[in-house]
């Protein structure tokens, strides 16, 4: 009976020792994620973050007439509706401050009173100076007809006294003559004068009613229907808004968007620069809704750099025309770009994180069984996620993402 117990046991431990050697013989040495190689299209692709903006955007500015009007002072926004309702043509958008008009207002109609008064001062001296050529030519013409009376009275006198009142009324024939050339003159002066004073005071009258009108359009309306998007302020950093200021060389205060066509701009690289060409397709996403996969196509190509803040690095500016627009896009979103150079078919991809390096050597770690191998490789074009691998694996090898801790001191084994 114990003998028959005893063999029941070693029976049982035999048949454990199997098991256990079946489980443990089949797991790999290392726990580390794996992949399997793959075989397909490479997609050489250029990645870059991108902003969401309209296609055509129409600007809501500030009233046109501040240069015609002398006004180059910044002018504050007292009032902004809320970015991003929906406004129709005439809604109310902003009010500006009027106190720069105020103040204009007030030094041009002291200069219309001044111009009033100059008017009526011209008016009062022209008739008063009038008045007194004319009643100088009344006397003149009543002395001439004395003289030309004494003329007449001294036929029967001497011939020297005849001669004088000849030679008198003469001279009172040549005053008459004089004075009425120079009231024609002073009338002359007289219009001039008046018409300066005229216009002085009209153009005075104009500016007070193009300041006037000018006020009246600090109440600033949506030119047509649309979603009201605040702008850039480049003197603050961040957005227009109740409390900035607007200047005369950039009168915007906002925009309203058509959103039916959307583009994507994004700055590249000057290393990968050379490789973006127009019509290229795009493959996009948006950081707010991880899973909207959008198409588009690179519609401009900018020709020179420029600095963007915060890197010495010169970037130039691409646009891409999105395909389809979705009612959830809105100007302003995060999108990531996926710039498709290039495919090249019926290749060997692994992840770029499963390859490492020793000196000149690229190697992977591949599951070999229970063990793990330390292989070298020979890798072709990479993008920002892949690398096509020429030699050393097949398809359906397994490679580890991560170095495993196990096989870290392996030997690599060389290409053949």
Request: proline letters at 4%; one cysteine or more; hydrophobic letters at 35%.
């Amino acid at each position: 009976m114990l003998r028959k117990k005893w063999w029941l046991i070693a029976a049982l431990c035999i048949i454990g020792s199997g098991v256990l050697y079946y489980v443990f013989a089949n797991k790999p040495a290392d726990s580390s994620t794996t992949v399997p190689v793959r075989k397909g299209n490479f997609r050489d692709i250029v990645v870059s973050p991108g902003e969401l903006m309209a296609e055509n955007t129409e600007y809501i500015n500030a009233p046109t007439g501040l240069q015609s009007n002398q006004i180059y002072e910044e002018i504050k926004i007292q009032d902004m509706a809320p970015e991003g309702i929906t406004v129709k043509q005439g809604d109310y958008i902003a009010s500006l401050d009027p106190a720069v008009v105020n103040k204009k207002i007030g030094d041009v109609q002291m200069e219309l009173d001044r111009a009033n008064s100059t008017l009526s001062q011209t008016a009062l001296d022209t008739a008063l100076q009038m008045r007194e050529v004319r009643d100088n030519i009344t006397n003149l013409k009543f002395q001439m007809e004395q003289k030309t009376l004494a003329l007449q009275l001294s036929k029967y006198e001497p011939p020297a006294t005849v001669r004088q009142a000849e030679l008198d009324v003469e001279k009172a024939n040549r005053d008459l003559s004089q004075l009425l050339e120079n009231y024609k003159i002073k009338q002359r002066q007289a219009a001039t004068k008046m018409e300066q004073a005229y216009r002085e005071l009209q153009r005075r009258q104009q500016q007070m009613q193009s300041l006037e009108d000018l006020r009246s359009q600090f109440r600033i309306t949506a030119p047509k229907n649309g979603l009201l998007v605040y702008i850039i302020d480049y003197n603050s950093g961040g957005k227009k808004k109740a409390g900035s200021t607007i200047r005369t060389w950039d009168p915007r205060l906002a925009m309203l968007p058509d959103l039916s066509s959307m583009l994507s701009k994004t700055y590249i690289n000057e290393v990968d620069i050379s490789k973006i060409k127009k019509n290229q397709k795009v493959s996009m996403g948006l950081d707010a809704f991880p899973d909207v996969k959008m198409e588009g196509t690179v519609t401009s190509v900018a020709n020179i750099g420029e600095n963007r803040p915060g890197s010495n690095a010169k970037v130039f500016e691409v646009l891409i025309k999105l395909e389809k627009v979705d009612s959830i896009l809105k100007p302003g979103m995060t999108t990531s770009n996926n710039i498709l150079i290039n495919q090249v078919p019926n290749q060997l991809i692994i992840p770029l994180e499963s390859i490492f390096s020793e000196k000149n050597t690229s190697y992977v770690y591949v599951r070999k069984g229970a063990g793990i191998e330390k292989r070298e490789v020979k890798l072709g074009k990479s993008n920002d996620e892949e690398v096509i691998v020429t030699k050393g694996l097949e398809e359906g090898d397994v490679v580890y993402l991560a170095e495993p801790a196990s096989a870290k001191d392996n030997k690599i084994i060389p290409l053949k």
